[in-house]
């Protein structure tokens, strides 16, 4: 290393984030992985579960499922994998000093990894979407990240292909113009950068916002979506970690499928190529909710497919699950002890359908985080209980058995064009569609608490309604918030853009954005 490049390093911050945070997560020390997660054997419970829950039974004595609770690791998630790597090797190049701030969008995970900075005194700016569960903002406070949030209906995502309404990309820039003055940040510098910071909006382009943000703030931006480092740190620790663990066990991982859940690809990335080198074959399999479906901040394969991590030819297979099935084997798993999160159910149901079918017999399922964040929704879950997400064909069958459809967005509310063609999707009469005002469900999503104009909207006889958004997102969180309250709501799968007559059209030709 030369003189000039290691005076450049924050020695003293490179030394505390080692002691306090790098010694506590998984790491080599000589060929050997130190602070490994557990590596639990899973396979009675799932077989149980099968038995008790889907009904069918799982009988092969060579069946063997093992989790890798990486919900055990420091901030609860294998974000923590990641977010560690990339600190540790910015800290150690000089790219990142004690007095800077860190920036990034994020689902919820890597974020709250990045809150561990806290402690050793870095400040982090996290910029997330409201979809997010309460539970998992709750974790984001509780690491003292600053957040910044957008009120977008999206997950962080690369730039969609249909443009949002100018003026809504407006107002989401007074928004967060607001927010940054108000964290210390000198509101002139994003004035100068405005018609950057708005084209990026229009495009819902959250990823390259906190990176545009942090170049004209001379910030530290991790660009978790597409740094390598977020791969290879599941090739060199993840994998060879599980891959101990089971020799320890006179096994071997070459004769496992891993499954794993899709975020930014990181994890399906590194262990991908760890067994194309060690074993020369493929065996993750990744898994995707259904569309329109929102579990725990991660993507669904049509949102995966815009990521540079995202490599499809290097998997042995993907799998589309919904979560309205595998809900129930959450609460399972759940009861019995085990700490798993949303993503987790969906993995061990697609284990369950492949050993269904005597394809396969020895899994590996990655557990990325645990119930806690998710604790709410949780405890919603009941085989009583209508789905909260609903198809359309599904929704058009029973549709005389909902009093009304009700239009819910923060930002966006439809043309007449729009609202014609939700009835004739439907196969309802306009007049049964409600379009409460959006500060009104901007109110219920902040406060938790029902505004009076959506009380009597939901007011009526056969006590059950039907709520239809843009995309899905906020339709489902009113849902969840409206089930806690004991209100009998449904979500439409994929909001009134995945209608047949919505798919491929702009946006802007039927929703236009919100003024009151």
Known sequence: MSDEKENNIDKVLLERFEQEIWSKVPHLEGTKIVNSTPL????????????????????????????????TLLSGSIKVRAATHIIHDA?????????????????????????LLSKIGVSVVALVSRKLQEGVFKELRNENIRIMDLDMDICPAPGMENRADELAAKATAGNIRSQLSELGFNPEIFDINIQEIEALLAKQDIINLARFLAKIYNLFCPKQYDNELNVDVHRIITAPEIDQQLR????????????????????????????????????????FPIPGQDVAGIRTKAKASGLTLYKPDTFAAEHEIDYEKAKFLLKFFVDKGHDIGESTAL???????????????????????????????????????????????????????????IWVHTQYTPKEAGIEMLAKSLGVDKSKISIPKARTI??????????????????????????????????????????SKGIITQSLNGGITNLPEGRGRNPGEFIKAATE
Do not use: W
């Open 40 to 71: 639990v054997d899973l396979t009675e419970d799932f077989k149980e579960c099968a038995k008790s829950v889907y009904k069918f039974e799982l009988d092969d004595n060579n069946l063997k499922v093992y989790g890798k609770f990486d919900s």
């Open 91 to 115: 800290i150690a190049s000089g790219k990142l000093k004690g007095n800077q701030t860190v920036i990034e969008a994020t689902s919820g995970n890597f974020g709250i990894a990045l809150g």
């Open 248 to 287: 320890e066990n006179g096994d071997s991982l070459e004769n496992y499928q891993i499954i794993c859940s899709f975020g930014t690809g990181g994890t399906s990335g590194g262990l991908s190529q760890y067994m194309a080198k060690k074993y020369d074959k493929k065996s993750i399999h990744v898994v």
């Open 347 to 405: 993995e061990l149901f697609a284990a369950m359908q492949m050993a269904k079918s005597g394809n396969y017999k020895k899994f590996i399922i990655i557990v990325a985080d645990g119930i806690e964040k998710y604790r709410k929704n949780f405890e919603q879950i009941s085989k009583k209980q209508l789905p909260i997400n609903i198809s359309l064909e599904e929704a058009s069958s029973i549709v005389n058995d909902y009093d009304r459809i």
């Open 442 to 483: 901007n109110e219920l999503l902040s406060t938790q608490k029902i505004p009076e104009e959506l009380s009597k909207e939901l007011n009526g006889s056969k006590g059950k309604s039907l709520l239809v958004c843009m995309a899905g997102n906020t339709s489902l969180m009113t849902a969840q918030v409206l089930a």
